[in-house]
């Protein structure tokens, strides 16, 4: 079951600190991440040559994981990584109606989370990560890390995924053991989150807790714009996102807060849930 947040009333104005804002969740057991929902232009900073889907799933309590869509774009210098739900939510603006098979994708998605970065453009030489936070609907969170030098470790162990002949890898990355299966049959060097270097395309990977793991799905030739909105933004550090994403779970009364009044229920019986309500902490980080 995808968690939904709803809305119910406001009292005064969005951006008011003593305004009151009432949120019920289908889910206790997460949040979802916010939309940027004003209009914004764009600039293309490239064009795709392939186009990769993935099956992500993450761990969001002790015996459950979550899944949801995403895509990679692979363009000549630019790559981007990004939710297929936050996508549609990105065009929603720009578009009067949907076709059967985009509201099919839309779908299937899943929700965006704040537990997987939503957006990650990358280049050989940096990578540039974008979060759309809860609640917030006119400024993003970003921040740039330098293009992650893997240090990968090859195997001579190999399979096939989806009819391509893969080669496994293993590294530690971000405080995680990765194994991954990637293919020099797609010779490009890019893959699923911050994974990358290798000399072909990544097609699994998962970290040995099995907290995260990344499935393709589908590669399809297709030329199409890697996107970047103009959105206002708020500059920050990774080490700052990582204690943004902790408050938001561990306490989220606190984080959302600012000052004014945020009242969470649980949608199913409508019972508020109180300042002691946390959300299990997964982070892709460690």
């Known amino acids: 079951m995808i968690a939904i947040t709803a809305i119910f009333t406001a009292t005064a104005q969005h951006h008011s600190l003593q305004e009151a804002r009432l949120f019920a969740y289908s889910r206790t057991d ?16 490239d064009t795709s040559r392939i186009a990769v889907s993935y099956k992500a799933t993450y761990r969001n309590s002790p015996n459950s994981h979550l899944e949801v869509r995403y895509k990679l774009l692979c363009g000549k210098a630019t790559s981007l990584f ?34 997987i970065p939503t957006e990650v453009y ?34 001579d162990e190999t399979c096939q995924i989806h009819g391509y002949n893969c080669t496994k890898a293993s590294a530690m990355f971000e405080g995680r053991n990765w194994v991954v299966w990637f293919t020099t049959e797609i010779p490009i060097a890019e893959g699923p989150w911050l994974l990358r270097g290798l000399p072909g395309l990544i097609l699994l990977a ?5 907290d995260f793991r990344f499935e393709m799905e589908g590669i399809a030739k297709e030329s199409e714009e ?3 909105y103009k959105w206002s ?4 550090t990774k080490k700052q996102w990582m204690k943004y994403e902790r408050g938001a779970l561990q306490n989220p009364y606190s984080q ?16 508020e849930l109180k300042d002691e309500w946390t959300i299990p902490y997964y982070p892709i980080y460690k």
């Not at 933004?233 to 920050?236: L, N, V, Y």
């Open 122 to 155: 990358t280049t050989k030489e940096e990578a540039r990560i974008r979060h759309n936070i809860p609640f917030t609907d006119d400024v993003i969170y970003e921040y740039t890390l330098p293009a992650a030098d893997i240090e990968w470790q090859l195997s």
């Open 233 to 236: 933004s708020k500059r920050i």
């Open 30 to 45: 997460r949040l979802i991440i916010g939309s940027c929902d004003i209009h914004a232009d764009y600039d293309v900073v």
């Open 206 to 210: 998962e970290d040995s807790e099995g």
């Open 226 to 228: 890697i996107r970047l």
């Open 256 to 271: 959302f807060s600012q000052g004014g009044k945020v009242q969470f229920f649980n949608s199913n019986d409508m019972s």
């Open 82 to 115: 990004y939710s297929i739900a936050q996508h549609y939510t990105n065009m929603a603006r720009y578009k009067n109606g949907w076709s059967e098979e985009e509201l099919e994708e839309f779908y299937a998605a899943g929700d965006c989370t704040i537990v």
